[in-house]
């Protein structure tokens, strides 16, 4: 049963994107108390916004920095944004590739800097 776990671990590292598996991932988030708020966010950066300045407009999280939660090693996140961020391809706060999730501590808009 061993084996089996390590495959099955090893085929979602890869993830469907084709990203190799990282310990640890530099990300940022928005994070809202109410849903449409998180939807308000979300059409500004279907509209261009950047990033980092929705974060700064919207976001309820003490990561103020344009929501910048720097770098994060696998395990130290809420299991269900973890997730989510891990499978996430990096971007830019310009252009940003993100994921929204909702976890005890509201609804969060993920996106991903870097991998290591």
């Not at 770098?71 to 994921?99: H, I």
Request: hydrophobic share 30%; with cysteine; net charge positive.
């Amino acid at each position: 049963k061993g084996k089996a776990k390590d495959t099955d671990a090893s085929d979602s590292g890869k993830g469907s994107k084709g990203l190799k598996p990282a310990t640890s991932i530099n990300v940022r988030h928005i994070l809202c108390e109410k849903f449409s708020k998180k939807e308000e966010a979300v059409e500004k950066l279907r509209n261009g916004a950047k990033f980092d300045e929705v974060a700064r407009e919207f976001s309820e999280d003490k990561a103020r920095q344009g929501g910048s939660l720097g770098w994060k090693v696998r395990g130290s996140l809420d299991s269900t944004f973890e997730k989510a961020a891990y499978e996430l391809e990096p971007s830019t706060t310009a252009s940003p590739k993100y994921v929204e999730v909702k976890t005890g501590f509201g609804y969060h808009i993920i996106m991903v800097e870097g991998r290591k």
